[in-house]
């Protein structure tokens, strides 16, 4: 993925060999890049060729709508966020790796209830091991701490999740969701039905020896209705479905535990912009539930559009948090590749 | 409705026994091995030797080969019954448990299992064993070995200046051994085999090298050839592969002076002037004897051994490389053994411990060693008789288990 | 330069995934590997042995299904082949390669033998009985957590440990049995004369037991799989590892404890062997069907139910081609030929229920 700045630097090389008479052809599902830079666009669906415009006719919605097949609202908002209270406190979170590389420097955050923290940052920076240490699955340094209020009241009990494992964190009834960035290798069983999977988290509930799967396919109907998921069954293969139909599923038995906590890596890529919108509003609706959101993204424009805080990642530090509605995609761009003096600071 | 089924059975089989005729004999053959190895094929030709003399069709036999030890054995006896046998043999010393099964169950069929060692002591009619006194055919084939090293040595060819690894300490010329297993069977043959090479040449001792298997041409090659590297001249055998002989030849070519006796078959295709003979059963008496009784409903007892008084043993056709006057002197040894002037355990030609024995009970009980408890009670014989030890007397299988002077095993 | 070949150049013979077969198209294929197999071997029967083709399936056939006892000795055989298949299915289902069943077989064979020879005739018929059970099961389930231990705590190889544990229980077996041979040249029946430790007979055969007990843990296990919370467990660590621990599982405790009840069962089938069938032990005692049982649980893709379908087929021309060697006195190895090619057609229209064949130049889709 590249910041901004190097997209920007791109495309004046494409644009001086077109100057040059050569003729590009550029694949992306970046609409506004294709806007910036092209001249003609054919639009694919589903395998079919839907059609070719000229640039200069089209707009983002002109042209998601040849891509959708319908018309689409392409607006992602940003509520301001309502009864906001601490839910969760990262402070000093390291992890070092098996080749003894520390993949995340001391980071200190804080997420609240009823607000989306984004975290933007160039992949491999650290932001799924950062996910993975609060989610239990991940070895951490000593003197980390993730430190969970249940509660709005700040005072009153709180838990350190550092150290437990992910059984250990739901039998304590902390609802953490979690969409990993490898869906089918970690967040799903490719070769489990719909119903399988949406008891995967859930299926040791209840002392009989066996599992019931009643629940899980009364929930597993409910999210192919509800979330519009293409598939001949319930019963199918989930690997045998499209990329946003898997993340259709994943995100929906995520939201469905009625989480606190929600966290989302790279929720949206690979999918058509229309699930990708789908998966957006679904954020938004947890958000004004109250639940606290941590968004890992790549898409910066995303990123600004859609979060309240941005924490943007380093080189495994905390290279500063920057309030989503006054920053721009080229200030995150240049705190994602180049440390800050006093890295690890307040929100600006 | 069992019971009724069973005696409607005993009842057919009865009366089809008593208007017996050679058509009426079905047998079913259960096999260790097939025609590839040659104990299992003298059997074959034996038995179809025998049934050709007694006109009983080969539509009659059921053979079953490459039959383990174990409870195949018994299932195979079953299915011989269930299509109508009358008559089940088995060749392999292991198959008794599973044949005496059988034998309980079904007593109006009769079982023979061949090598066996208890049948008399189990009480059961219809349940025999039979064995060769195969010995008397291995003290000729050392016979013939010893007119071998006795002609090697008479030649020169054999020295302690030119061959010093063929000589022990005390001078004696060494013999090598290749054994399956330290079962009496096994040391009663390599015992009457060096008596028999001692009885022409006096300053012998030998070598028995086990392999834990009776029929594994590799390990057979391999002891074979750790005795010739020892210096032995004359590899003797019991095993039932050609391993042995085969590498005797191979070394023979290479330099080394070594000749073999072989088993079973005639090892001259294999090792064609290593081969000096081979001890061998000839089944087809004892095939003959059985199926006869059957026909006739004569009763045979439940042991059978017998040796060169009825033919049973022989020795297969001297090798080219055999001594001059070997033939002749065969003759003689065949002759005073049938006639009895010559026991192979005389008793006068070996010491145990270094003392001549006068005395040497044994003992027919079949233990169940697992368990250290008595499987089949059976009486303590005196065996030295008139001087001799007599084996395969008091039962058929050898019992022979003495470990005489002049012999070491190497297990 | 000025023309480039455009087409890519396209294979004779393509290879394509099946999405989905339907009944008629499994059934269509399988029919016409078994009449593809009986019509090659036949010509096998025919040119390489000289046979009437016809009588010797008809003799095949015979070999399962022409006594009562032949077909009640063909389903004990079957139990046994089935039990250890049955013990293999949650370990495979795991993705944990148990190539060791033969040993497991074997240790729980040798447990319950040393309880036989060592307890036999000197306590009470029931004691004698549960003290065999618990020592085979209990000696199986040890022979399948030692490398499932290792497995989770340093993750070794367990296709290899597995196959090595089984030499290891081999040679075992082969010291016990030499030890109580004593000066025998063979081990025999053990308890011979008390008959203690032997099975009772049940409707008149001591191997019915086995045949009652596959039964009922053919089910069990199916359950156990398809149902159970332990069983879904086992589904997803077979899966990827990541996802159960995502999930909230102990891998490496489920993978232990399954190993446990893999070898277990093997134990287990190791007592119905000494106590209902062989009433003895050697080294061979497993038979080889410790690895013949890998081929019958992948087959059924880990369905207890088609284990027991596959385990009868591999049976039934095992009897068949013994009994072609015996009724024609044929080699052996001609008659497993016999048996091999009808084998391997059947596993091979596998392959064509989950793929198809594109011939070049024929695109028309045949779905």
């Known amino acids: 993925m590249l910041t901004p700045q190097e997209t920007d630097r791109l495309f004046a090389v494409l644009k001086n060999m077109r100057a040059d008479g050569k003729s590009i052809i550029i694949i992306t599902h970046k609409l506004h890049e294709v806007l910036s830079i092209s001249d003609r666009v054919s639009i694919l669906r589903k395998g079919e060729y839907a059609g070719t415009v000229d640039t200069d006719m089209a707009t983002e919605s002109s042209l998601t709508e040849l891509m959708v097949g319908k018309k689409v ?4 908002e940003c509520p301001e966020p309502v009864n906001r209270h601490l839910r969760l406190n990262v402070h000093n979170l390291s992890v070092t790796n098996a080749e003894g590389v520390r993949v995340l420097d001391s980071i200190s955050f804080e997420a609240f209830s009823g607000e989306i923290l984004g975290i933007a940052g160039i992949s491999g920076n650290g932001q799924k091991e950062l996910l993975e240490a609060i989610a239990g699955l991940q070895h951490v340094d000593a003197g980390s701490s993730v430190v969970y209020y249940p509660d709005d009241d700040r005072d009153s009990t709180a838990e350190q999740l550092i150290g437990k494992t992910p059984k250990d964190i739901r039998d304590m009834g902390v609802h953490l969701s979690f969409v990993p960035e490898d869906r089918l290798g970690m967040g799903l069983v490719g070769s489990m039905s719909m119903v399988d999977n949406m008891m995967l988290k859930s299926y040791t509930s209840g002392h009989s020896p066996f599992a019931d799967r009643k629940a899980p396919r009364h929930l597993a109907e409910e999210i192919k209705d509800s979330l519009g998921v293409v598939t001949p069954s319930i019963n ?56 606290a959101i941590i968004y890992v993204g790549e898409d910066l424009d995303v990123l600004v559009d859609l979060c309240d805080r941005i924490l943007v990642l380093c080189d495994g530090k905390n290279n500063g948090i920057v309030e989503g509605r006054k920053t721009s995609k080229e200030e995150l761009g240049l705190l994602m590749t180049s440390l800050q003096e006093n890295h690890g600071g307040t929100d600006r | 409705m069992k019971k009724l089924l069973a005696f409607v059975l005993a009842a057919v089989l009865c009366l089809a026994a008593c208007t017996a005729l050679a058509a009426d004999l079905k047998i079913g053959v259960i096999l260790v091995g097939d025609e590839t190895e040659g104990y299992t094929l003298s059997h074959i030709n034996g038995i179809k030797e025998a049934a050709a003399n007694l006109g009983v069709p080969e539509t009659q036999i059921i053979w079953k080969y490459k039959c383990p030890e174990d409870q195949t054995c018994y299932d195979a006896a079953l299915d011989c019954i269930g299509q109508g046998c009358n008559l089940i043999i088995s060749n392999s010393y292991g198959h008794q448990t599973y044949m005496v099964l059988a034998a309980e169950e079904y007593p109006d069929v009769t079982f023979t299992s061949m090598t066996g060692d208890f049948a008399a002591l189990t009480g059961l009619d219809n349940f025999k064993n039979a064995f060769t006194k195969i010995y008397e055919a291995r003290y000729v084939s050392g016979v013939v070995a010893g007119m071998k090293v006795a ?56 070598e028995v090298n086990y392999t834990n298997s009776w029929f594994d041409i590799d390990k057979e090659a391999a002891a074979a050839e750790a005795l010739i590297a020892k210096g032995c001249v004359i590899i003797g055998q019991h095993a039932d592969s050609t391993g042995a002989p085969a590498a005797t030849q191979k070394l023979l070519d290479a330099g080394s002076l070594c000749y073999s006796v072989g088993y079973n078959i005639d090892m001259i295709p294999t090792a064609p002037t290593a081969a000096l003979t081979s001890p061998t059963n000839v089944w087809s008496v004892f095939y003959t004897k059985l199926f006869s009784a059957m026909i006739n409903g004569e009763e045979i007892g439940a042991d059978w051994a017998e040796g060169y008084a009825a033919d049973a043993v022989k020795i297969t056709d001297l090798g080219a490389s055999c001594a001059a006057g070997t033939a002749e002197k065969v003759a003689e040894v065949v002759a005073a053994i049938k006639d009895g002037s010559l026991k192979v355990f005389d008793a006068s030609t070996f010491t145990v411990g270094g003392e001549t024995l006068s005395s040497a009970p044994v003992d027919m009980t079949i233990m169940d060693w697992a368990t250290m408890t008595v499987a089949y009670a059976g009486e303590t014989y005196e065996a030295i008789i008139d001087g001799a030890f007599e084996e395969s007397t008091f039962r058929s299988a050898p019992y022979f288990a003495l470990r005489i002077d002049g012999i070491t095993e190497i297990k | 330069m000025s023309q480039i070949n455009t087409a890519v150049h396209e294979p004779l ?15 269509l294929v399988r029919a016409a590997a078994i009449l593809l197999a009986l019509i090659v071997d036949a010509l096998f029967i025919f040119f390489i042995t000289g046979l009437n083709p016809i009588a010797v399936y008809t003799t095949m056939f015979q070999g399962t299904f022409s006594t009562a006892m032949r077909f009640s000795w063909a389903l004990r055989d079957l139990a046994s082949l089935l039990l250890i298949g049955v013990a293999l299915a949650p370990a495979f289902k795991m993705r944990f390669w148990n190539t060791g069943a033969e040993g497991q077989v074997l240790v ?9 020879v060592y307890y036999g005739g000197k306590v009470p018929n029931w004691l004698l009985y549960s003290a065999m059970l618990i020592a085979s099961i209990l000696a199986g389930a040890l022979w399948g957590f030692i490398p499932a231990w290792f497995k989770a705590h340093f993750n070794t190889n367990e296709t290899l440990f597995t196959l090595m544990m089984n030499y290891v229980a081999i040679q075992i077996v082969a010291c016990f049995v030499n030890i109580w041979r004593g000066q025998a040249s063979g081990l025999g029946k053990l308890n011979m004369k008390s008959k203690a430790g032997w099975f009772p007979q049940f409707f008149g055969q001591r191997y019915n037991i086995n045949l009652l007990v596959v039964v009922l843990l053919v089910v069990l296990m199916y359950c156990y799989l398809r149902y159970s919370k332990q069983g879904y467990e086992i589904a997803v660590v077979g899966e990827s590892e990541n996802t159960a621990r995502y999930a909230g599982i102990n891998v490496g405790k489920v993978i232990i404890r399954t190993m446990i009840i893999s070898g277990a069962l093997c134990g287990l089938t190791g007592f119905l062997i000494v106590g209902g069938r062989d ?13 013949t049982a890998i081929i019958v649980a992948w087959l059924s893709k880990f369905n207890t139910f088609t284990m027991a379908l596959i385990s009868f087929l591999l049976i039934f021309l095992d009897k068949g081609a013994m009994e072609i060697a015996s009724a024609y006195a044929l080699n052996d190895f001609a008659s497993d030929i016999i048996a091999g090619i009808i084998l391997f057609f059947i596993l091979g229209s596998e392959f064509f229920i989950n793929y198809k064949l594109i011939v070049r130049g024929i695109h028309k889709e045949v779905r």
Do not use: W
Request: proline content about 3%; charged content about 20%.
């Open chain 1, 73 to 76: 609202e392409l607006n992602i």
């Open chain 1, 236 to 291: 199918t293969p989930v690997s045998r479905l499209s990329g946003g139909n898997v993340q259709k599923v994943l995100v929906g038995r995520e939201i469905a535990d009625a989480p606190s906590v929600l966290m989302t890596a790279y929720a949206v890529r690979g999918l058509d912009i229309h699930t990708s919108y789908t998966i957006y509003h679904l954020l938004n609706e947890q958000k004004q539930k109250g639940v």
């Open chain 2, 151 to 206: 002609e090697l040595v008479a030649s020169g060819e054999l020295t302690a200046e030119k061959y010093p690894n063929s000589f022990d300490a005390d001078g004696n010329i060494k013999i090598g051994y290749v054994g399956a297993f330290d079962y009496s069977e096994v040391v009663s043959g390599y015992t009457a085999f060096f008596l028999g090479i001692r009885s022409i040449v006096p300053n012998v001792v030998m």
């Open chain 3, 13 to 27: 013979l393509r290879v394509v995934k099946r999405s989905e077969s339907t009944m008629k198209q499994k059934v």
């Open chain 3, 108 to 116: 729980g064979a040798l447990a319950t033998a040393a309880v036989m």
């Open chain 3, 279 to 291: 009433q003895t032990i050697s080294t061979g005692t497993a038979g080889g069907n410790g690895f």
